[in-house]
């Protein structure tokens, strides 16, 4: 079946603006995750959902960011007024579920640059 | 906090082993993971360790794990120019779900 699912794939925004970033999970996976990875800070946890839980949220940055996760499915990770130093790939991930050695599987990333 | 560790790079001629290691810090950490990012793509799962394990081997990899020392590593046999990646090793507590990465080693496979 399909993989994890990210669009846009590149995003190039003025800073200021506000951006959205789209997942699209594997088709049954209760958990999604997204992370950040940018030059200098590695790989960087922001935000997870799992089923009808409250998001566990100890990762966002700020709170330019935020996140929501639509009937259980897509999610979007929104960040508003974007900095020059929002510019990353934002990953996302999903999972069967959050426990246990669930396998987290990756989509190819949204490329945002702020300039 | 939690922390995991790697060297930053790694270079290995074609044919020879490689082996990357990471050390962690959080010792309620259940799983362990390998993960391999080729450039421009996503990361791709190459194998995890339960941390009741000190091996385990997958064809021409081999993940051994020191609990008592906190370290992991990654051997890769045979390297190949496809092997050329960035390898991040990752830990997962079992009560919550994120990984913490480390910040990545770089493998470059030369001929």
């Known amino acids: 079946g399909a993989g994890v699912s990210q669009s846009p794939s590149n995003k190039v925004t003025e800073k200021g603006k506000d951006v959205e970033l789209r997942c699209d999970p594997i088709?049954?996976?209760?958990?999604l995750y997204w992370y950040r990875q940018s030059l200098g800070q590695g790989l960087e946890f922001l935000i997870y959902?799992?089923?009808?839980?409250?998001?566990?949220k100890s990762g966002l940055p700020s709170d330019r960011f935020s996140a929501e996760r639509t009937g259980g499915s897509v999610s979007t990770l929104t960040i508003q007024r974007t900095q020059q130093e929002d510019s990353a790939v934002y990953l996302c991930a999903s999972s069967l579920e959050d426990r246990g050695q669930e396998t987290q599987y990756f989509g190819p990333g949204t490329r945002l640059l702020v300039l | 906090g939690e922390d995991v560790e790697q060297s930053l790079f790694l270079s290995v001629r074609e044919g020879d082993s490689s082996v990357i290691n990471c050390t962690y810090t959080d010792s309620s950490s259940t799983y362990l993971y390998w993960y391999k990012q080729e450039p421009g793509a996503g990361l791709q799962l190459l194998t995890y360790i339960f941390s009741n394990m000190d091996m385990k081997q997958d064809q021409r990899l081999t993940v051994l794990l020191n609990k008592k020392d906190k370290h992991l590593s990654l051997r890769i046999a045979d390297t190949q120019t496809g092997d050329s990646a960035i390898y991040f090793c990752?830990?997962?507590?079992?009560?919550?779900?994120?990984?913490?990465f480390g910040a990545g080693t770089q493998v470059v496979v030369t001929p």
């Open positions: 990752a830990e997962k507590a079992d009560s919550w779900g994120k990984l913490q």
């Open positions: 088709s049954g996976h209760t958990a």
């Open positions: 959902f799992q089923g009808n839980s409250a998001p566990d």
